[in-house]
């Protein structure tokens, strides 16, 4: 009986995984005009299609018409141009943005309009919680990429404390079934890589993919790995 009972797991397991491999892994980048009109997200598709990673849809209701030195790239996503995270929370905005996306990975940039209009850390924080537990909602195995965001040309100060606070609540609010994962696009960029005290320009949006590329890379990989899709038939 026992040697019975351990089997049937791993023969479970070499059935599902090849059949995984062969579904794209769903990625959302969701977050502002950063997102929405940045060329990162070509140079980030375009750097995973150069490694081999092709089984990746990049998924979110907008498809921007952002112009890129890129010829061919997944312009799917979730920017929004102007809004602030407290905003997308209080609106209930990203549960149907989920619902129709169905992302595996959320790749989030976000909180620079909240910066920009002076709010306070504590209440931009509490919107990334309600943003998480909406998204587990939608995948109890989410894995959530949250960027410690670029700087602006101005309120460096209370952008640098929301970075800082970002990576202790992620501390606080990560899990095995759902791990947030810090990415840092602040270090390494300078207001120099902005085109406009605001939006990076090309050298800021080539940053900005080579930030995300290693991280997502181990979140693709990490999402087929057979102990991750076997948590996936538990969670
Ligand atoms: C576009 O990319 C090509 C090849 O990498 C390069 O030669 C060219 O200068 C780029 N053009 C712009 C406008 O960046
Ligand atoms: C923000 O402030 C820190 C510390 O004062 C400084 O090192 C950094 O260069 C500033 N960054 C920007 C974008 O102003
Ligand atoms: C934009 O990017 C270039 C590098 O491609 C950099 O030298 C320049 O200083 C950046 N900033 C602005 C405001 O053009
Ligand atoms: C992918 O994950 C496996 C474990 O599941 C690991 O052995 C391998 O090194 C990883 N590859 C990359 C490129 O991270």
């Known amino acids: 009986m026992l040697l019975y009972k351990s089997f049937i797991p791993i023969v479970l397991i070499g059935l599902i995984v090849p059949a995984i491999a062969q579904i794209p892994v769903k990625i959302m980048p969701l977050g502002d005009s950063i997102t929405e009109w940045g060329c990162w997200r070509a140079y980030l598709w ?14 979110g209701s907008v498809t921007s018409t952002t112009i890129c030195n890129v010829s ?8 929004h141009a102007g809004y602030l995270a407290i905003n997308i ?9 989920l619902s129709s996306a169905k ?11 909240d910066i920009a209009n002076n709010k306070q850390t504590l209440e931009i924080i509490a919107a ?3 943003l998480v537990d909406q998204m587990r909602a939608s995948k109890p195995t989410m894995t959530i990429l949250v960027a410690k965001i670029i700087p602006l040309s101005f309120n ?10 970002i990576s202790a609540w992620a501390l606080s609010k990560t899990t095995t079934a759902s791990p947030i994962v810090v990415v840092d696009q602040y270090a390494g960029f300078s207001t120099s890589d902005l085109r406009d005290g605001v939006h990076p320009n090309d ?4 940053k900005i993919a080579n930030v995300w590329y290693p991280a ?12 991750r899709v076997a948590l996936e038939f538990t969670a």
Not at 156 to 165: C, E, F, I, K, T
Not at 203 to 206: L, M, R, T, V, W
Not at 216 to 227: C, D, E, G, R, T
């Open 103 to 113: 992302p595996d990975i959320v790749l989030m940039h976000l909180g620079t309009n």
């Open 156 to 165: 460096n100060q209370s952008l640098m404390d929301l970075n800082d606070a």
């Open 89 to 97: 929370a209080n609106n209930n905005d990203l549960v149907g943005w």
């Open 72 to 79: 061919d790239w997944d312009r799917n996503n979730e920017g």
């Open 216 to 227: 997502l890379v181990n979140a693709i990989n990490a999402s087929q790995s057979p102990a």
């Open 203 to 206: 050298s800021g949006d080539q």
């Open 46 to 59: 375009n750097k995973l299609q150069q490694g081999g990673i092709r089984n990746i849809d990049f998924v």
């Open 128 to 130: 990334f919680s309600t």
